[in-house]
């Protein structure tokens, strides 16, 4: 399967946006998607993830009650709705599969190329 995120841009603090992560060439199936970022010179880290089939949803204790991760099967895609940016948030976001809604980047298979959200003050 191969993973396509979308959405992200740049926008000022408070704004919203929502990221789309898409799958072509197979379904997410019984697998975790989760989202992740990353700046320059840092560890990969954990955003947010949710089983495809039961939901669960978890995010991190950094963007919990300004981020939320859903799905849509209807259309074969995980998204990562971001509110209340904040400069610090500023990343290149990847989402990925996993066989379970792991928080540790090394228990994920596939990747996405990444979208980039910039947050200005």
């Known amino acids: 399967v191969q993973l396509q995120a979308s959405g992200g841009g740049a926008v000022r603090a408070w704004d919203s946006l929502r990221l789309s992560c898409k799958a072509s060439g197979g379904t997410f199936s019984e697998l975790a998607v989760g989202w992740f970022r990353q700046t320059p010179g840092k560890e990969r880290e954990f955003v947010a993830v949710?089983?495809?089939?039961?939901?669960?949803?978890t995010v991190a204790d950094s963007v919990k009650g300004r981020f939320t991760i859903s799905r849509d099967s209807t259309k074969n895609t995980v998204y990562l709705q971001m509110n209340s940016l904040k400069p610090e948030d500023t990343a290149v976001y990847y989402c990925a599969t996993a066989d379970w809604t792991t928080t540790l980047s090394h228990e994920y298979t596939y990747w996405g190329p990444g979208t980039l959200v910039t947050v200005s003050s």
């Open positions: 949710i089983s495809w089939i039961g939901g669960r949803p």
